[in-house]
């Protein structure tokens, strides 16, 4: 049964100090939110693209299909992954603080927490924790969207999922390959919370949010509403089934590796604060930007909670993905101070196409915006 379609409606809107916007390339990104909303299956979508002159919302789609509502421009939404850049910034300014060290062991910050079935954080970095390279089994292996979907409301200890993952072996030894692990970011807020004895969520609001004025991010623990205007989140648990509406959940399931809630307007301003060295020293934003090779053969390269793509118009962005139930999320910036991101209010239940094709509105946003070489 191919993808349900939702009826496609654009709007557009511009800051007083945005530039008119290069004509083919909102043609490009008209024709990729059309996509997300009727080919790919996805209710709504919404993109934000931001530089030095203003910025620009394109929205397509409904926010309710039920009540056939149109996404507002100043939607929030759950960001999924997109929650792990912020643990990672958090964790390279507490380097900085020389608080934590990147090339130290897991076992100095948790003693005995990482052990069992060839687990051993005294093998493990920290380092190896933000970049993939740990080998630590991830706990989505093990933990279904089924079994969420059949209980939202239940609360997840981290320590528990932390359990649930290394109950197995790993996947291979630490620093001999690149494999995405949810858990290696859960035990990176376990270190945030042992060093700074906050959890990690004060950390982020107190060192990130507050000073960015980030008033459309949260990170949200136990509560399972999101607070502001959002469009309903869905989910389709099958691929004959109906849409599913999985707005309200408890999302400590993700912790630290996944939990957030955010908006185009803010993850662009977090994006390029953090490109651009407003949120970490010299030294510690090269860690963050010394990646190694994920095998993806577009040339992804993933560093510390931030990873690089190649642009088709030339040189790289850096940003993240992030998909939870009921919203997927796709984030870039670029040094020179352009952002994009795109937001889609289904997961899982859009085509396999649709985070591929987020992707290619991030960097169809991206190139439009590209500096004229007069510049």
């Known amino acids: 049964m191919p993808p349900r379609k939702a009826a496609a409606t654009f709007t557009a809107a511009e800051s007083t100090s945005a530039k008119s916007a290069n004509t083919a390339g909102h043609a490009r990104l008209r ?21 030095r002159r203003g910025s620009t919302v394109l929205t397509s789609g409904v926010a309710d299909v039920k009540s056939h509502a149109p996404v507002r421009r100043d939607s929030r939404f759950r960001i999924g992954s997109m929650t792990k850049p912020f643990v990672a910034t958090v964790m390279l300014q507490l380097v900085g603080e020389h608080r934590v060290a990147l090339d130290a062991p897991v076992e100095r910050y948790l003693p005995g927490v990482v052990r069992g079935h060839g687990n051993d954080g005294r093998a493990i970095t920290v380092r190896q924790l933000l970049q993939h390279t740990s080998g630590v089994p991830d706990v989505l292996d093990y933990l279904s969207p089924q079994r969420v979907l059949e209980d939202p409301l239940a609360h997840y200890d981290t320590r528990d999922l932390v359990s649930m993952a290394l109950a197995h072996p790993p996947t291979f030894e630490p620093g001999t390959d690149w494999r995405y692990s949810n858990t290696g970011y859960l035990l990176a807020g376990l270190i945030i919370e042992k060093v700074t004895g906050h959890p990690y969520g004060e950390e982020v609001r107190r060192r990130i949010i507050t000073p960015l004025g ?10 399972p509403a999101i607070p502001g205007p959002h469009p309903r989140g869905y989910a389709r648990p099958g691929e004959d089934a109906p849409l599913m509406d999985i707005t309200a959940f408890n999302p400590s399931v993700a912790g630290p590796a996944g939990e957030m809630i955010s908006s185009g307007t803010d993850l662009n301003r977090f994006l390029d604060a953090l490109v651009r060295g407003k949120l970490l020293r010299p030294a510690q934003l090269r860690e963050v930007m010394r990646t190694r090779p994920t095998g993806d053969p577009d040339g992804r ?20 993905s992030g998909d939870i139930l009921g919203y997927e999320t796709v984030g870039g910036a670029t040094v020179d101070g352009r952002q994009a991101t795109v937001m889609v209010n289904v997961d899982p239940g859009g085509s396999d196409a649709q985070s591929d094709d987020m992707k290619a509105a991030v960097e169809a946003a991206l190139c439009e915006n590209r500096p004229s070489v007069s510049q």
């Open 214 to 223: 980030l008033r459309e991010t949260y990170v949200p623990g136990d509560v």
């Open 301 to 320: 390269a993933y560093g510390l909670g931030l990873e690089s793509r190649p642009l088709p118009c030339g040189g790289l962005y850096w940003g993240h």
């Open 31 to 51: 024709e990729l939110l059309h996509r997300l909303t009727t080919v790919d299956g996805g209710p709504g979508a919404l993109v934000e693209v931001r530089d």
